[in-house]
């Protein structure tokens, strides 16, 4: 794909991260949840504060993608201390890859997924994992596509939403 530029985040991008980060959520969930629980959970993740934290920890990482110049989606590592769930230092998760809408089908997610995963093997990684809501079908397949399997779950919070995630991981 001519054109793609992948560019890392810092604390210069926060508004534009903090921008994004709350369209493309609300773009991937609007018609799987209400309204209601995606503001409250974009205002608790997506608040600048929490950005700042997530930008400035050494184990987190996030990754803009643009074509021509245009944001098209990004992506967040976590490394160690930083993962949601497993902390492992054999391994580094995926905890956001978001496309934004008008962009989809044009092979950006499969960008991002193969740059993550060249980022893991750079590092040394024995595996990579991430997890999805389990009523998420589209991203459960792309996954699956790309390697990944399901090896448990646990309970990820939307608004007042409790949902069960797969863990699903694949190794390198």
């Not at 773009?27 to 929490?50: M, P, V």
Request: net charge negative; proline share 1%; hydrophobic share 35%.
């Amino acid at each position: 794909m001519n054109n793609i530029i992948v560019k890392r985040c810092n604390l210069e991008d926060i508004n534009t991260l903090q921008e994004f980060s709350r369209q493309t959520f609300f773009e991937t969930y609007k018609e799987l949840c209400s309204t209601n629980d995606i503001n409250l959970y974009s205002n608790y993740a997506f608040n600048l504060n929490n950005l700042e934290n997530e930008l400035t920890n050494p184990d987190s990482t996030f990754f803009f993608l643009y074509y021509n110049h245009i944001l098209v989606g990004y992506l967040k590592l976590n490394e160690a201390r930083a993962q949601t769930e497993l902390n492992d230092e054999d391994a580094i998760e995926i905890e956001r890859l978001y496309i934004s809408s008008n962009f989809q089908k044009r092979g950006y997610g499969q960008y991002l997924m193969d740059y993550a995963t060249d980022y893991a093997q750079e590092k040394g990684k024995k595996y990579i994992w991430l997890s999805v809501w389990q009523k998420n079908k589209k991203a459960i397949n792309f996954y699956r596509k790309n390697g990944f399997r399901e090896n448990g779950t646990h309970t990820f919070v939307i608004g007042h939403d409790e949902q069960i995630d797969y863990i699903m991981s694949k190794p390198l």
